[in-house]
């Protein structure tokens, strides 16, 4: 299956518009977990995505302490090196294997940055990384933003990686990091429930030529079709989401509320909630592609198709209604009618 690209900003290579987000498959036993995950399960999951068209995914040293990205390489190693996916992955959070449960630290000092890139490499088993992203600023250590992005530029020169972005930072350590080099990338929280980066770090992007990889589009599940206030009562006590603001009431309501009017929107594109949510984000101004998570492989289908939709200015009006009505979110909400400083 073919899926529409685009490139990643002005310098980066052509991706899919939708990639595999490898958050949950990292399983339990960490602060910001999911539930237990089935490792076969995760790799088919990510195999089927892959023969679906997609060619990229995103993961991070923090998940699962390492086994996303364990998973990650095992899939590399069935496939075929021609087949494989583009892989993106992000440094910055340390943890401690003596007590994983201990909230993990902000680490972006020079020497964090190498010795996590090459833990990386190993358990990838690849010899460079397509994208390595700063997973958040660090605000824990006091290291100037610019040091840290020049050991990224580093590892570009040295070939361990091919672009570098970052995750989570506002515009002005963009801004800082521009400065010193080109950054290729930004991976931001974007849905209908997380609407500020609209006309913040995505506008600034579109201006500077940096591809803007979304992620969390369905709200970590809250906007798909099989979401339910049962459900969330149902979930493990060790799923994060469980202490999560838009898991709780009142908002837990309030984004039903917004995840219910787009079924109608949905069964006239004879597709999912979740691509409808998907595909918001991806008519976008300067949004490149969006970060979907999925535990098994009939989530990706449920989702894969979200590029193919083609929301008219009817639905991003009953969107933008269902979202008034509710007052879930907040920010910006009409793609047709965004357009940065700047840009024509």
């Known amino acids: ?169 506002d515009v002005e350590p963009l801004e800082r990091c521009e400065k010193v080099r080109h950054v290729d990338s930004f991976q931001p929280p974007f849905s209908l429930m997380r609407r500020d980066w609209g006309n913040t770090g995505i506008a600034w992007c579109e201006r500077n030529g940096t591809g803007v990889i979304v992620y969390s589009p369905m709200q970590a599940g809250l906007l798909t079709d099989r979401f339910s206030l049962e459900r969330v009562r149902s979930l493990p006590s060790d799923d994060w989401r469980t202490r999560s603001p838009e898991f709780t009431s009142p908002r837990v309501e309030r984004n039903v509320a917004v995840r219910d009017a787009l079924k109608p929107i949905a069964a006239r594109h004879r597709t999912s909630v979740a691509a409808i949510a998907i595909a918001w984000t991806l008519h976008w101004p300067g949004v490149t592609a969006a970060i979907v998570g999925a535990r098994s492989p009939d989530q990706v289908d449920g989702w894969i198709d979200a590029p193919a939709v083609a929301l008219d200015a009817s639905d991003l009006a009953a969107i933008e209604s269902a979202a008034e009505r509710s007052g879930a979110g907040s920010g910006p909400i009409r793609p047709d009618r965004a357009r940065p400083r700047g840009v024509s």
């Not at 010795?115 to 460079?128: F, K, N």
Request: include cysteine; proline fraction near 7%; aromatic fraction near 8%.
């Open 1 to 169: 299956m073919s899926l529409a690209t685009r490139p990643l900003g002005r310098s980066g290579p052509p991706i899919t518009r939708v990639g595999f987000g490898s958050w949950a498959i990292g399983g339990a036993g960490w602060p910001n977990a999911w539930g237990p995950q089935d490792d076969d399960t995760a790799v088919a999951a990510m195999r089927h995505a892959v023969e679906r068209g997609v060619s990229w995914i995103d993961t991070a040293a923090i998940y699962g302490h390492g086994h996303s990205e364990e998973l990650v390489g095992r899939l590399l190693r069935e496939l075929p090196r021609a087949e494989r996916p583009l892989v993106f992955t992000k440094c910055g959070l340390r943890w401690d294997d003596a007590e994983p449960m201990k909230p993990a630290w902000r680490d972006l000092t020079p020497r964090s940055i190498r010795e996590e890139c090459e833990a990386s490499l190993r358990r990838l088993g690849v010899e460079t990384i397509d994208v390595f992203q700063f997973h958040r600023p660090d605000t824990d250590t006091g290291t100037p933003v610019e040091e840290s992005w020049g050991e990224m530029g580093r590892l570009i020169d040295e070939g361990k990686v091919r672009w570098a972005g970052v995750s989570n930072f």
